[in-house]
């Protein structure tokens, strides 16, 4: 036998099949596969790096312009400090302490 | 997310179709029978439908993650070899009436008796019928040393299958005398 004629018998020699229902299984997957042939939707179609990156930068963008907060309103009005004037009849009901509170050293407070 | 086609088979559907005959008797030789074949061809489709697009030379690239498949089956239950070319398990009994030149019994002792890598030459140029280069890529050796085993194995074969042969000329013996000598 001949290497040509060798060759034809291992290509044309049976080989082991599976079962139809397994190879249906199998085929009933692959069917409803993406196909290269059939054009994808547009919210499934893959899209370049950069464009994901830009849409990103974008919405980030996006997010910052809208919840940025709120300038502080300016109105026209006198700036007058708010003073608080305590006086003993504030601590009357106050149950008695020990020693008596010694307010006179309290003074306006300041942010420092 | 896969979606629907609209009744016409898929590329991969047709992938499958037109490769079949390769897919399965490389499976089966790898894996020992045609059940975990048909598993292993399985998993090695999800994963390329999971990468999405269809690689350039699909063909070779499903049966190399046919065969690294096997290769991880084999690691994970402690095989003594990473691979196994069995082609008892691929190759059949031909149905009564085909054509078939040559008995089962002879082509599987004959190639049990290749070297593992002539085996698996042979089993992916002549019985899958891959070319040298896809059958270069599947095996990730260059093509001149696929070439190399292939025709060594084909030769080895041949001296097998036909022992009165020696270097592809009939021995003389009785009643083969040259015409001049008779």
């Known amino acids: 036998m001949d290497a040509e004629n060798l060759e034809r018998a291992l290509a044309t020699q049976p080989i082991a099949e599976p079962s139809p229902m397994r190879e249906a299984r199998l085929l009933k997957v692959l069917h409803g596969a993406r196909g290269s042939g059939e054009p994808p939707v547009w919210w499934r179609r893959p899209i370049p790096l950069w464009q994901a990156v830009a849409a990103c930068i974008a919405v980030a963008f996006a997010d910052a312009l809208w919840l940025r907060p709120a300038h502080p309103v300016i109105r026209a009005t006198k700036n007058v400090p708010v003073v608080v004037q305590v006086d003993g009849r504030v601590f009357e009901k106050m149950p008695r302490l020990r020693a008596a509170a010694d307010y006179s050293s309290w003074s306006v407070l300041t942010n420092r | 997310m896969l979606a629907r086609s609209n009744g016409k088979p898929t590329d991969w559907e047709r992938l499958y179709l037109d490769n079949r005959r390769a897919f399965l008797a490389c499976a089966t030789a790898w894996c020992g029978n045609v059940d975990d074949a048909a598993d292993l061809i399985q998993e090695a489709f999800f994963r390329q439908l999971r990468g999405g697009e269809m690689p350039e030379n699909p063909r070779a690239y499903v049966l190399r993650s046919l065969r690294n498949l096997a290769i991880e089956r084999r690691r994970a239950a402690h095989a003594p070899e990473p691979l196994a070319i069995d082609v008892a ?14 008995e089962r019994e002879l082509l599987v002792h004959a190639l049990e008796q290749l070297p593992m890598q002539q085996r698996e030459a042979v089993l992916l ?6 070319t040298i280069a896809e059958t270069a890529a599947v095996l990730e050796k260059p093509a001149g040393s696929v070439a190399s085993a292939y025709a060594r ?20 013996g009785k009643g083969t005398r040259h015409p001049a000598h008779r």
């Open chain 2, 153 to 172: 194995g084909i030769e080895t074969l041949q001296r097998i299958l036909n022992p009165e042969l020696i270097d592809g000329r009939r021995k003389p």
């Open chain 2, 89 to 102: 398990a691929t190759l059949v009994e031909a149905k009564f009436g085909s054509d078939v030149a040559v």
């Open chain 2, 125 to 130: 140029r002549a019985v899958a019928g891959l």
